[in-house]
């Protein structure tokens, strides 16, 4: 690499083709792994810039080995990589570990994934060993930095069948995922209005605030992508498939300086994402708001009735309608990095 990265993705792709790559091709010759750049960073979403680098940004891989001592391969490479490349330290501290170390993680790619969801390790290579629990702990933000990031090299395979196994919830889960964002709006929907005609704009505000950040939430859960945390979760809803016309309804409710256009903005972008999910093959409803009996308000029809309809699993319906998954239930980042809350939220 004869030029300065433009990106965490390219600077770990050449770290790992003209560096590790041949380090690990002399040393270990025949050694069955898969080279990524998963976890955590901004790079792994594709969303790093020069400002990104002024932590954990830098010389970082995902190494998977599974039938070698991860141990011994990390301690070849802290032993063995020069010091420096391409003018970067091959070693360095990060937030969560002020150590000066080499930055290849080392592990099994089912021990790496429970690192992230907290899963055991022994149900997530089971084909069937997820538990509902399981799906309900998990965030997007956590099975992105398992599956977003680019893979340069699975040579056992196990990273590729771990990241198709998480791709998505179990179809009933889903729907009742959906089903919970849908009856979130609807819970608040009105108090927009209803904030707003006793001269509380500001209240009016950071109520419709609420919606768009759950209708964000709801984009990524009807187009089936994980979404991230809060920093990227409307610039990855943007890039969705239809992505431009909801960021553009969204800026109305986020720009209108009195409540009749912010409810009115509400409503065109409910409107919005009841079609799509129309369009995506769903029950809906059009229209999908209506009057709030006699008020000058709006309120959400039942959608979450349409989509709880379709839950055939005995489980998942005895859930409690409209409570939904940890992220759903909870916006405590402190809650949501730790699995073991995540959880005690949904009962696991």
């Given amino acids: ?206 109520i419709a605030a609420r919606h768009v950040r759950t209708m964000l939430h709801l984009a990524h859960l009807l187009h089936r992508r994980w979404p991230p945390y809060g920093k990227w979760l409307a610039r990855s809803a943007a890039e969705l498939p239809g992505g431009a016309v909801l960021r553009s309804a969204v800026h109305e409710v986020l720009r209108a300086r009195d409540w009749r256009a912010r409810q009115t903005a509400l409503a065109d972008a409910v409107e919005l994402l009841a079609a799509t999910q129309g369009a995506r093959g769903l029950p809906t409803l059009d229209p999908a708001t209506e009057a709030f009996f006699e008020r000058p308000h709006l309120g959400v029809r039942d959608l979450p009735a349409l989509l709880l309809d379709l839950v055939e699993d005995p489980e998942v319906r005895a859930l409690p309608a409209g409570v939904g998954t940890a992220e759903q239930i909870s916006d405590n980042v402190t809650v949501l990095v730790d699995h073991r809350a995540r959880r005690r939220l949904v009962g696991g």
Avoid: C, K
């Avoid at 001592?69 to 990589?81: C, F, G, P, Q, T």
């Avoid at 084909?127 to 599956?147: K, Y």
């Fill in 1 to 206: 690499m004869d030029h300065e990265p433009t990106s965490g993705i390219e600077l770990s792709r050449a770290y790992w083709e003209q560096v590790v790559r041949p380090l690990l091709a002399r040393r270990r010759p025949g050694l069955a792994v898969a080279a990524a750049r998963l976890g955590s960073g901004s790079d792994v979403l594709g969303y790093d810039d020069a400002q990104s680098r002024d932590h954990d940004w830098g010389l970082r891989l995902t190494l998977l080995v599974e039938d070698s001592n991860a141990a011994e391969i990390d301690a070849l490479l802290e032993r063995e990589l020069p010091q420096r490349w391409q003018g970067l330290p091959t070693r360095f501290e990060t937030t969560w570990e002020p150590v000066v170390r080499q930055r290849a993680e080392v592990a099994s790619a089912a021990e790496f994934a429970a690192s992230r969801i907290g899963i055991d390790p022994a149900r997530l290579t089971d084909p069937h060993g997820l538990q509902l629990t399981d799906w309900l702990s998990l965030t997007g933000q956590a099975v992105l930095e398992i599956t977003a990031g680019p893979v340069f090299h699975d040579g056992p395979g196990v990273l590729g069948a771990l990241r198709e196994r998480l791709s998505w919830y179990p179809r009933d889960v889903w729907m009742y995922a959906l089903a919970a964002d849908w009856h979130r709006l609807g819970q608040e929907f009105p108090d927009v209005g209803r904030a707003g005609l006793r001269g509380d704009e500001d209240g009016s505000a950071v």
